[in-house]
Each structure stands twice: as structure tokens, then as C-alpha cells.
T-cell receptor
Framework: AQKITQTQPGMFVQEKEAVTLDCTYDTSDQSYGLFWYKQPSSGEMIFLIYQGSYDEQNATEGRYSLNFQKARKSANLVISASQLGDSAMYFC????????FGAGTILRVKS | GAVVSQHPSRVICKSGTSVKIECRSL??????MFWYRQFPKQSLMLMAT?????????EQGVEKDKFLINHASLTLSTLTVTSAHPEDSSFYIC????????????FGSGTQLSVL
């Protein structure tokens, strides 16, 4: 069975600083994908970044980067130069035979 | 980027009525669409996987007769909450997998259902 674990219910970060949101996963699949989504208070799910299990390089998308450590089964999201608009709920998800979400981490950016 | 349109964004209905929620992929074909339910400050719970032209696959504990899913075309899936009750009040969100890339999943903007 697939499982995603996000151990940080909430995080604070100072504006312009970097923050790491933790995500670990468990799966018996050899091929899988890892996603991060942002959900602001409006409810929409915004795709941030994707990492395939066979990708050798860590994925990056602008200020977002994914620290993929396959042996440790972790896929942490790093947000650099935090902005006030980054305050939201962040979900890690894994796509094997179906998409499974972690519990989420609420990020608050302080000015 | 790919867009998934979900309608309505908010609906209030009386207990006992049925509510239909539409999910459309606007600029791509989606062979697979997913329906999720989310309670406040909680994660998304997968309800069912919908494949075009075939019956939906429901997750354990989800009543298929209560939550009817129809995926009639490559761009449209609908979720009908039948005989809604107050406990069905929740945020429902759909997602669609791009047939071509088959990796990224795009989400609709969600539907807040309130059953009185």
C-alpha cells in the first residue's frame, strides 16, 4: 500500500527566507511520481512540482525545488525567498496506481 | 497550463435533493478523472476513479449508489450526490490526468456543498 507522511502540521517562515516542508513516502512500486500542491484558502489545488522516481536530478520550478532522496524515501519541498502569498496549505502526493495525499502542512509567512 | 473547470463552485441544497457537480478538462483529453472529498483543514480523500466509457472504481467505504459518477467523454466527468443529507456537506474536488503526458494531475477549483 502507498502511504505519504507529512509530519509538520504547521510551519512559520520569515518573509524572504527559505523553508523546507517534509514529506516521506512508502510504496512497493518501482515506478511512481511525487507531487507537491499548494491549496490557498480559496480551496483550489495548485500544482507546484513533480518528481519521477527514475529522474536522476531533483526537480526545480522557479522558487520551488524538490529534494528527492530515493533511498530515504523522502521528497521534501524547498521554497526559497518566501513571499507572503506563499501562506497556504501544502500537500505532498504520490502517484502509483492512484494518487495518495499526505495530511498537509500549513505554512505561514511572516512579514 | 492545463485547465480543469469545475462547476458549480458553491451549492446549497435542501436535504433529500440531488446535486450534480461537473468537471471538465478544457484544453486536454483526460482518460482518467478522480473525485476527492475534503473536510476543513484535512487532507483530500479519494472517493473514486473515473475512466472514460467505463464504470467508476470506488474507494472502500464510499457508497456508489449515493455518489454517482459518469465519465461520458474524454473531457467531462460528473459527480451526482443523490438524496443529499447534512453529513454530505463537504468540499468536493475533481482532478484529471492528461492523456498525453499521463503524469501531471490538474485539479478543478472545487465545489463547496452545503446541505440544509
Amino acid at each position: 500500500a502507498q502511504k505519504i507522511t507529512q509530519t509538520q502540521p504547521g510551519m512559520f517562515v520569515q518573509e524572504k527566507e527559505a523553508v523546507t516542508l517534509d514529506c516521506t513516502y512508502d510504496t512497493s512500486d518501482q515506478s511512481y511520481g511525487l507531487f507537491w500542491y499548494k491549496q490557498p484558502s480559496s480551496g483550489e489545488m495548485i500544482f507546484l512540482i513533480y518528481q519521477g522516481s527514475y529522474d536522476e536530478q531533483n526537480a526545480t520550478e522557479g522558487r520551488y525545488s524538490l529534494n528527492f532522496q530515493k533511498a530515504r524515501k523522502s521528497a521534501n519541498l524547498v521554497i526559497s525567498a518566501s513571499q507572503l502569498g506563499d501562506s497556504a496549505m501544502y500537500f505532498c502526493a504520490m502517484d502509483g496506481n492512484k494518487l495518495v495525499f499526505g495530511a498537509g502542512t500549513i505554512l505561514r509567512v511572516k512579514s | 497550463g492545463a485547465v480543469v473547470s469545475q462547476h458549480p463552485s458553491r451549492v446549497i441544497c435542501k436535504s433529500g435533493t440531488s446535486v450534480k457537480i461537473e468537471c471538465r478538462s478544457l484544453d486536454f483529453q483526460a482518460t482518467t478523472m478522480f473525485w476527492y472529498r475534503q473536510f476543513p483543514k484535512q487532507s483530500l480523500m479519494l472517493m473514486a476513479t473515473s475512466n472514460e466509457g467505463s464504470k467508476a472504481t470506488y474507494e472502500q467505504g464510499v457508497e456508489k449508489d449515493k455518489f454517482l459518477i459518469n465519465h461520458a467523454s474524454l473531457t467531462l466527468s460528473t459527480l451526482t450526490v443523490t438524496s443529499a443529507h447534512p453529513e454530505d456537506s463537504s468540499f468536493y474536488i475533481c482532478s484529471a490526468k492528461d492523456r498525453v503526458t499521463n503524469e501531471k494531475l490538474f485539479f478543478g477549483s472545487g465545489t463547496q456543498l452545503s446541505v440544509l
